[in-house]
């Protein structure tokens, strides 16, 4: 079984600073797919950047990026000149390569952009 | 656009009730899923299907029970409520290609009481 962590429950930056989510997973799959979703307080949970194992290239979307490590499996999130519209649940899942599987999540990290 | 209907965003029940919890997507996807969610624990998968009249256990099926009798709508069931059945509950759906993200329902917060 898959195991996914975030280690930082919560977290709090000034707007416009850059601010880096860790999450680590675990498995002894060699494909797999791992995400990052987003949760406002409306509670609609949004894809925030997707990022294939077999890429070597970190997958970025505008002001989000990830630092893949696969031999560390380590998928850190960075989003960069934070905004307010940032502030929400910040959730890692993790999906292996085959099958109807859906995914498996981490704990969460609650992002706090101050003004 | 892509959209994923849950039917009610809050709902109170009582304990014992037997209680219906509907999801309808207009993408014609193939998967479906029902997760629930608690503070500090993140999201857990109850049931999954990935095809009509189909169903899987997820990590947590103890206590519900799942029916999919069209492409677009998967219902969870909980038999008979209980109070630690309260929580958040997200429906998604997705595309059967493995690269295909979750789109996700707005969720139904359930209060059992």
């Known amino acids: 079984a898959q195991t996914v962590t975030q280690s930082q429950p919560e977290m709090s930056v000034q707007e416009a600073e850059t601010v880096t989510l860790s999450c680590t997973y675990d498995?002894?799959?060699?494909?797999?797919?791992l995400f990052w979703y987003k949760q406002p307080p409306s509670r609609q949970m949004i894809l925030v950047i997707r990022?294939?194992?077999?890429?070597?290239q970190n997958a970025t979307e505008n002001r989000f990026s990830v630092n893949f490590q696969k031999a560390a499996k380590s998928f850190s999130l960075k989003i960069s000149d934070s905004q307010l519209g940032d502030t929400a649940m910040y959730f890692c899942?993790?999906?292996?390569?085959?099958?109807?599987?859906?995914?498996?999540f981490g704990k969460g990290t609650h992002l706090i952009i101050q003004p | 656009d892509v959209k994923v209907t849950q039917s009610s965003r809050y709902l109170v029940k009582r304990t014992g009730e037997k209680v219906f919890l509907e999801c309808v997507q207009d993408?014609?996807?193939?998967?479906m899923f029902w997760y629930r969610q608690d503070p500090g624990l993140g999201l857990r998968l109850i049931y999954f299907?990935?095809?009509?009249?189909?169903?899987e256990k997820g990590d947590i099926p103890e206590g519900y029970s799942v029916s999919r009798e069209k492409k677009e709508r998967f219902s969870l069931i909980l038999e008979s409520a209980s109070t630690n059945q309260t929580s958040m509950y997200l429906c998604?759906?997705?595309?059967?290609?493995?690269?295909?993200?979750?789109?996700f329902g707005n969720g139904t917060r359930l209060t059992v009481t």
């Open positions: 998604a759906s997705r595309l059967r290609d493995t690269i295909s993200p979750l789109h």
């Open positions: 498995t002894s799959e060699n494909n797999y797919y």
């Open positions: 990022q294939e194992a077999y890429k070597q």
């Open positions: 899942a993790f999906r292996p390569g085959g099958g109807a599987d859906g995914l498996t």
């Open positions: 993408m014609d996807h193939e998967n």
């Open positions: 299907s990935y095809d009509v009249k189909m169903k």
